[in-house]
């Protein structure tokens, strides 16, 4: 088990509430994190090693650049670590801590891999789902990953080992929009497109529709950047009730909701989009 070897994860076997289960991880050098000084002969030092000048991040500062760890935001509220370590698949995994408010969990965790290249190759999941949500994957500091350390300690939530903490209580569903009953036109919205998208993948999407370039109108913002949404016309409301039937289909990895939308809608989109 990782867990065994490990000295990040040799905790105290006694009172549950024993803060030292955190506290090696706190302590200066430990073995991971050892490269980032130099011994007396001035060479490096412990097992980690920098990152690599031809990667990407190479020349940042120092204090993100050193630090073997990550930062998750944006993930199911019902999620747990072995979700995380299923997430990075492949990847060898030295901690990971889910962060909590006031008892809650916030969509966001902290992961420390066993040395820099591991954490390179994390940042590369950014955006891939965990169920039906896209992940965040960005560095993260030292400094960022001990203060929720603390603020865990301080909150009463302590690590157990084994990833035996239960997840945090789902939240109450909202009631499934009944789309069939929707009042229909002869404009769809799509929503949880790749923000990469471009009209012809939308119009592949529809394949067997035929759809053409005038048909399709991606959704942008101010800034000229992408929302994720767009809206699609079809010949008539009947039609375009059928393409419903490719509701939570994928374009590329992302899961796409279709919603009947209105001509009004899909105008405005079409305003925006030419600015």
């Not at 048909?215 to 409301?237: L, M, W």
């Amino acid at each position: 088990m990782m867990m065994e070897s490990n000295p990040y994860f040799a905790v105290n076997a006694g009172n549950p509430l024993d803060v030292s289960k955190r506290a090696r991880m706190m302590e200066p050098g430990p073995p991971y994190f050892g490269g980032m000084g130099s011994n007396a002969g001035g060479a490096s030092g412990g097992f980690y090693q920098p990152f690599n000048s031809n990667l990407a991040g190479a020349g940042v500062s120092t204090g993100i650049q050193n630090f073997p760890g990550v930062r998750l935001r944006g993930l199911p509220f019902d999620c747990n670590e072995i979700d995380i370590c299923k997430f990075f698949a492949g990847l060898e995994i030295v901690d990971c801590l889910l962060v909590n408010k006031n008892g809650r969990f916030t969509g966001e965790a902290f992961v420390v891999f066993t040395g820099a290249m591991p954490a390179e190759f994390a940042l590369h999941r950014n955006r891939q789902n965990m169920g039906r949500r896209y992940v965040e994957v960005f560095r993260c500091k030292k400094q960022e990953y001990y203060c929720a350390i603390a603020n865990e300690v301080n909150q009463g939530v302590y690590f157990e080992p084994e990833f035996r903490r239960s997840p945090p209580p789902p939240r109450p569903k909202k009631p499934a929009e009944d789309k069939g009953s929707m009042e229909y036109t002869e404009v769809l919205k799509l929503r949880g497109l790749p923000y990469s998208a471009t009209t012809e993948d939308i119009i592949k999407f529809f394949l067997e529709y035929e759809l053409t370039e005038e048909n399709v109108h991606i959704a942008y913002r101010s800034d000229g950047k992408a929302t994720g949404e767009a809206f699609v016309e079809f010949p008539t409301a009947e039609v375009a009730k059928t393409a419903m039937c490719k509701d939570k289909m994928t374009i590329g990895t992302r899961y796409v909701e279709l919603f009947p939308s209105t001509p009004e809608e899909a105008s405005r989109a079409k305003s925006r989009g030419r600015q």
